[in-house]
């Protein structure tokens, strides 16, 4: 048996089986047997099933998605089995987003509201909640005859979550007429668990700026992106409590509409947050390409300065007090075929990632401190093209593709997530083109099986056509 830091796995199954160990030491201690044989030099990983699909391949907690979310496999056997595929729909029907709520830490009274569902926004206008084991159909809600909705996004995960509609486009013809539509789009924000409406407000030029061109909601946080570069952010909650003018209830009249029910069609879900002046702004700050990320012990922000000179050059400066963090100026001479990237650890540790042409993990303090400089790439032979972490068992998973004359090979390099030490290397059967434009999406998950001996790493190689591949 191998040996786990003077104990073997037998040892510790035999302790568990006899009721030694509390919850959290059982689940941690099995977390740490299944470390120790994922990263076995005599374990190998081999490639068990293939399926390729023309759109766009999902995957999300031991579920692949195929055909716009149409069709479901579980990747927990050991080799991926169909959950369940919905009946097919015409293109007026298609889902363009979902989400995926997993199961409530509370007991609520419906059953249903127990169970992992997927919400899934199609193109006629409808918000479905599906059981995500069975693909039943457990609720929808129609949200309106007039905004087209397209997006689906947390705000706070597993919690609420906003139906964001398309931009609404003025025609020149209709410029030239002198009509100025200054509606840029809606929000339609929502509670899981169970599934009730919090409100729908407008997104208006005449209140937010002539210059407005996106939003999103985050944390609690409406974020406004402006032409100019700049990024303005607005408590959600306070624009809640002052500019709400009914409550609305799913399912229930709405009197001030004649009666009609809310979220049913026709009618659908009527505009009740009516916004009448600017909030107070929380933070502002001007950035390329309206890229801000917040994060950090204490709170600091990532951002790179307006002008195009400045890409690949990121700022950390404090929150508080906009001062710049000691060091706080990272800049990757990056040579590789990939543009660089940034974000603070998920971990939530407090650090941050940079990663192109070499991967770097640092403190985000008021000081900037490298923790461990991980490893490096030749920008003639291997590109890093992501870096995942994997929170059970504490690992990096870094995909690393190799160039060759004609395609490319990929690799998984495993880390350890507080030293940056590699611990081991992957290899993926599949060629990866690193020189073209294609887009590639790879999802790393490390699952462990009831029988602890079967670890399935997911790959997705997304083109013209797209493949999973276990």
Known sequence: MPQLRGKNVATYLDLRSRGIFDAGTLSKLNLKILRGIVLQDSKDFTKVWTKSSKSTIFY???RIYFENYQCCFSSLPSEPQLLYELPKRSKAEKIEDA???QCPLVRLPTPSDQKPSLLALTSNNWLYRFSAVTGQ???KVYLSPHHKFRYLGWDVSQETFYVKSIQNKVTSSARQAGFNQNTLLYLAVFRVFPLQL?????????IFGSTVIDVVLSQGVLAVSHSTKTVKLYSFEDILNKYIRTELVLGEQCHSEGGKTVGEAPFGIPVNIHIKECPPVLFEVSCFDN????GGHP???????PHKKHQGSYRICSLKDNTLAKHGIQDMKC?????DWIYFHPDDSGRIIHAASQINVTSSGRTVKRRFYQLDDDPDRE???MVEYEDELDLLAVVEVTHREDEGKAHVRLHDNNTGALLKRVPLVESWDVVSAFRIFCKCSLIRHPDLETILPIANDVSQKDSSSK
Do not use: D, P
Request: proline share 0%.
């Open 137 to 139: 159909q457990l609720e």
């Open 299 to 305: 709170w600091h922000y990532i951002f790179t300065l």
């Open 291 to 294: 890229g801000v990320q917040i």
């Open 198 to 206: 919090v409100g729908v407000l407008e997104i208006n030029k005449s």
């Open 60 to 62: 999300e907690s031991g």
């Open 99 to 101: 989400l995926l709520c």
């Open 335 to 339: 040579c590789s075929l990939e543009s």
């Open 383 to 385: 590109t890093f093209r």
